[in-house]
T-cell receptor, first 113, second 110 residues
């Protein structure tokens, strides 16, 4: 079954404590991206990756890092989380950056206190 | 610049009534347009996609959307709403990347 798997689904953490949200896809897609979803703002792209070792900033990259060491995995790293990063996060993968269907993970609800 | 505007953050209809969710876009290149649906506590899944092959696009669960270039619109419709259609719907424009609208929450009244 084609799927994108994110972990954890829910996370409560304290300000400044480094965390990683994992993302893995089994469709051999080259393109992967991270979004955050906030009420009234839709989904905004944080970072994206065109292929292994190729990553670039999206629209709201401040405070986040990513890596793409393997094609299937694309973790999101918050080195020093702050309360304004409280949000719902989605990982997505697709064949290309905007012309084909994107497959989304189940989401990670992050709360930073 | 590319952008998507969804008119109405919340739409409420009665079961069996017509569903109409509005989406307007702005694009400097011929657009690829998508509608995604997000059920509670789930990720987004594709409802339908426009790629210039036909202006009327049929999707899953009885939804369809019509591309109107003159109006720069891609509205989503369903003739008869079902309780299971309650969800958030996102219109998206694809080119250099996917650009999402703000989302419309659809509520179905029994």
């Amino acid at each position: 079954e084609a799927q994108v798997t994110q972990n954890p689904r829910y996370l409560i953490t304290v300000t400044g404590k480094k965390l990683t949200v994992t993302c893995s896809q089994n469709m051999n897609h080259e393109y992967m991206s991270w979004y955050r979803q906030d009420p009234g703002l839709g989904l905004r792209q944080i970072y994206y990756s065109m292929n292994v070792e190729v990553t670039d900033k999206g629209d709201v990259p401040e405070g986040y890092k990513v890596s793409r060491k393997e094609k299937r995995n694309f973790p999101l790293i918050l080195e020093s989380p702050s309360p304004n990063q409280t949000s719902l996060y989605f990982c997505a993968s697709s064949h290309d950056r905007g012309f084909s269907e994107a497959f989304f993970g189940q989401g990670t609800r992050l709360t930073v206190v | 610049a590319q952008s998507v505007t969804q008119l109405g953050s919340h739409v409420s209809v009665s079961e069996g009534a017509l569903v109409l969710l509005r989406c307007n876009y702005s694009s400097s290149v011929p657009p690829y347009l998508f509608w995604y649906v997000q059920y509670p506590n789930q990720g987004l899944q594709l409802l339908l996609k426009y790629t210039s092959a036909a202006t009327l696009v049929k999707g899953i669960n009885g939804f369809e959307a019509e591309f109107k270039k003159s109006e720069t619109s891609f509205h989503l419709t369903k003739p008869s709403a079902h309780m299971s259609d309650a969800a958030e719907y996102f219109c998206a424009l694809g080119a250099q990347k996917l650009v999402f609208g703000q989302g419309t929450r659809l509520t179905i009244n029994p």
